[in-house]
Nanobody, 120 residues
Framework: QVQLVESGGGLVQAGGSLRLSCAASGRTFSSYYMGWFRQAPGKEREFVGGISWSGSRRSYADSVKGRFTISRDNAKNTVYLQMNSLKPEDTAVYYC?????????????WGQGTRVTVSS
């Protein structure tokens, strides 16, 4: 099993940047695909980005391509989401998740979420 704890959320002005971190427990972290999802008020949770176990493959939602970057450090059991050029529509609770299946699906383990608010 994997336990996930996100951090790094907060309030930022439009155009600003934030870096989210997700610390994972468990010795098998490097064998999981890792992903970031978000859920805005009144909306369904959506995929933001994912990364393969080695870090060699990444996938992003169209809405964040070119602005967000996902990375991981398997030695630190941590995955990151660098968010640049933030927009008010990026406001949401961001969740880290782990999948044993693939970059975009099969996410079985979830963190508690960290809130990101982007002011206009």
């Amino acid at each position: 099993q994997v336990q996930l704890v996100e951090s790094g959320g907060g309030l930022v002005q439009a155009g600003g940047s934030l870096r989210l971190s997700c610390a994972a427990s468990g010795r098998t972290f490097s064998s999981y695909y890792m992903g970031w999802f978000r859920q805005a008020p009144g909306k369904e949770r959506e995929f933001v980005g994912g990364i393969s176990w080695s870090g060699s493959r990444r996938s992003y939602a169209d809405s964040v391509k070119g602005r967000f970057t996902i990375s991981r450090d398997n030695a630190k059991n941590t995955v990151y989401l660098q968010m640049n050029s933030l927009k008010p529509e990026d406001t949401a609770v961001y969740y880290c998740a782990a999948s044993g299946v693939g970059i975009r699906d099969g996410y079985d383990y979830w963190g508690q979420g960290t809130r990101v608010t982007v002011s206009s």
